[in-house]
């Protein structure tokens, strides 16, 4: 079955980097994007940008551009999502979704969230 | 870029039918996916297409469109309903995915 493992939690200073894992298994890791979505504390979810594992492009959302970066490694069929000039309100549960068989833009399949907390 | 917009909190009594709805201009060329997002769980996919369920999600969960507006109904609400639900869709003149606010759905 499909199974997505995140890296555990992370604490931050402001004007750092965080880099997130999300190892998948139970599929064909090039077969399926992967998204990353975050959500606050009682916020809403926000989408960030996918990655397909299949060569690697990706597509960010506009309020991350030039501060997101998603990449892969096809050996261990893990991503990874990495952001920069962390800031408080960059506080958040970080999840990776595997898209679903009918639709890319599908999320099918969640990870359990990744905790960051930006605080000096 | 576009936005959807939902109720931030629907109740619905036990058994009783409720309606969730997903407002937004990229309904009018998408359909909307919904999701429900439990505290402690993994979200799950529960509706997406014109009115499609994966596998697992019971038959009392359907989806409808009319226009700019999409609805996510729950015939005959049981407790473990109660969940926030997330309405989201493709966009073409912004983002590509976009959420909407989410739903708290209260079974009483």
């Known amino acids: 079955q499909v199974q997505l493992v995140q890296t555990g939690a992370e604490v931050k200073k402001p004007g750092a980097s965080v880099k997130l894992s999300c190892k998948a298994s139970?599929?064909?890791?090039?077969?399926?994007?992967m998204h990353w979505v975050r959500q606050a504390p009682g916020q809403g979810l926000e989408w960030m940008g996918m990655?397909?594992?299949?060569?690697?492009?990706?597509t960010y959302a506009q309020k991350f551009q030039g501060r997101v970066t998603m990449t892969r490694d096809t050996s261990t069929s893990t991503v990874y999502m990495e952001l920069s000039s962390l800031r408080s309100e960059d506080t958040a549960v970080y999840f990776c979704?595997?898209?679903?068989?009918?639709?890319?833009?599908?999320?099918?399949?969640w990870g359990q969230g990744s905790l960051v907390t930006v605080s000096s | 870029s576009s936005e959807l917009t939902q109720d931030p909190a629907v109740s619905v009594a036990l058994g009783q039918t409720v309606r969730i709805t997903c407002q937004g201009d990229?309904?009018?060329?998408?359909?909307a996916t919904w999701y429900q997002q439990k505290p402690g769980q993994a979200t799950v996919l529960v509706i997406y297409?014109?009115?499609n369920r994966p596998s697992g999600i019971p038959a009392r969960f359907s989806g409808s469109s009319s226009g700019n507006t999409a609805s996510l109904t729950i015939t005959g609400a049981q407790a473990e309903d109660e969940a926030d639900y997330y309405c989201?869709?493709?966009?073409?003149?912004?983002?590509?995915?976009?959420f909407g606010g989410g739903t708290k759905l209260t079974v009483l």
């Open positions: 139970g599929y064909t890791f090039t077969n399926h994007y």
């Open positions: 989201n869709s493709r966009d073409s003149t912004g983002n590509p995915v976009v």
């Open positions: 297409g014109k009115n």
């Open positions: 990229s309904l009018r060329n998408y359909y």
């Open positions: 979704a595997r898209d679903h068989n009918d639709g890319y833009y599908l999320l099918g399949y």
């Open positions: 990655i397909n594992p299949n060569g690697g492009s990706t």
